[in-house]
């Protein structure tokens, strides 16, 4: 424990001694007392019939536990696969791992102290620091005796005679609750292929989603990187200097801005500080929800020198979001206004990347319309004489061998390999929990051919139940987010129980209209028009369809509370 640390009781971030499940925090006590004490969270958690069960402890599940037991005051017992909380931030600890969105919409923004108290130190911490935050979180709020760690919950069974959720766990425990809000995770199924001979590679493979938590030693290997997205691109920029030789094997490539990496502006913290309500708002009211001021212009509305102006402006300030949200305003959805920014892009990776092959093969043929990326040095890896671009579209992978990766031109020997494969994202979790509802539905078939959802928080015929970020909700960054629906999940809940009632459920009918108007925004952005997880086409036999409301933040924000105020049209209450 840093002597800094056990005076002020607020995380110092940078501990190099810290553990990863946060038990080195020396933050045992919450800073705000909570409206229980000790004993009583303690004799809590120990119920197993509880008023909520929550799936899930990264930024959403754990909003979620401290706002139902400390403002709603319920009983709660909260569900953790993993041996510490974090979520992603918990599993994704491979090297070069950091937020890509600018911290100061990257943390919880419910409660302003918490964000005056937190100091972060860069623009995009690096995991361990997103990591200790939620851990001081965790204590701040004193959660963890309501969180049963090391335990998957396998199987959510709604009994239509007691109107309670039954869960099942790996660990064979059994327990029920009224509610039931599952956080778990956009991002977190793994997405691991299998190259055939994958089990004859003598030496390691590591996902990048489950990178080992010991540390692991890659200086001086041979290193091969599978995947070029967002885990992709920071792991190869950090591995480039280390390794002995780094192989990027890339199926696809895609646009990369600079992140413009660097200290956090004190400035920028304490203006949002001074003005915190309006600043809250303002991020929950916008389309991305990443705190920026997104552009209201057209691209193609302002003249050629002007475009590039802006296009410059927002390549010096960094940020993939930034840049593509901030320019103007329809870069993802009209083609034109996507061109010219890929025109721009394009002409930056020709001033950096210097072998000729290698530009062309780095340079995407495509729309910009996978989640955009920023990272600092990545093409510039390229120039390195230790790494080597290998397209795997043009020379497919065969198969893993004992020494390395065999493509149909070549053998690669290797000492590591890294999948950056990315994810089974926005669905995949919820369907790897055997889960039914109403009439013995289940969720493996009722979201058979895409995941039917209500505003991205709850499904017909799965009463009292709530997923944070789950299919269908907002495309945007999430913490703040995360939270703003664990509030309105909070009020359904109220209203449940303030009229003495069993369940609420959104209507088929409603499901499907909601349904009806994600897709027809969703089909109006190039989103739909670029393979990605976004869309559901980096996962074989997985449904290629629509997975979001496209619509913004604000917008989603803006149809929600309306229906809230209005009693909650379409939802039924029984
Ligand atoms: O995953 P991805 P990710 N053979 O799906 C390739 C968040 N995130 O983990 O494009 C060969 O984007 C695949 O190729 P292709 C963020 O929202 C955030 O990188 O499908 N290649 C692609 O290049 C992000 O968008 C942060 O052709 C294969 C790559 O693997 C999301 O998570 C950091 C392959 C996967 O890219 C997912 O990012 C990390 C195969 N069989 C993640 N299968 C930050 O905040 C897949 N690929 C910084």
Redesign the pocket.
Known sequence: MSPNRAVSRVGTPHDDAEQQDGSGLGLSGPLIPNVFDERTVRAMAELADVDVAIIGTGFGGLYALHKMRDELGLTVQSFEEAGGVGGTWFW?TYPG?????EVNAYCYLSDKNLFEEWKWSERYPKQKEILSYLNHCTDRWNLRPNIKFNTRVVKTTFNESTSRWELETDTGEKFTAQFLIEGVGL?SST?Y?DFPGQSSFRGQIYH??RWPKEEVDLRGKRIGV???????T?VITELAPQAEHLYV????P?FCVPANHGPLDPEKMKGIIEDFDSYRHSVLSSITSFGFDESPVPAMSVSPEEREAVFEEAWRQGNGFRFMFAAFSDIGVDPEANKAATDFLKKKMAQTIKDPVTLEKLTPKDYWA??PLCNDGYFESFNRDNVSLVD?KEHP?VEFTEKGIRTDNAEYELDVIVL????DAVSGMYLKIDQSGLGGTTLQKKWEDRPHATYGMMAADFPNMFMIYGPMGPFTNQPPVHEWQVDWMADVIQHVRANNLATVEPSRELEENWMVSCDDIAYQTLFMKV???INGS?VVGKPVTNYFYMGGMGAYNELVTTSQKAGYPGFNFK
Do not use: E, H, M, Y
């Not at 950056?420 to 994810?423: E, M, R």
């Open positions: 994704n791992a950091r937020s890509d969105t991002l997405n292929p990048t989603a599978i995947g070029t997205g967002s885990s992709g920071q094997f890339q199926r696809t895609q996978k989640r795997v992978i950056a494969t990315g994810f393979d990605s997880w980096n």
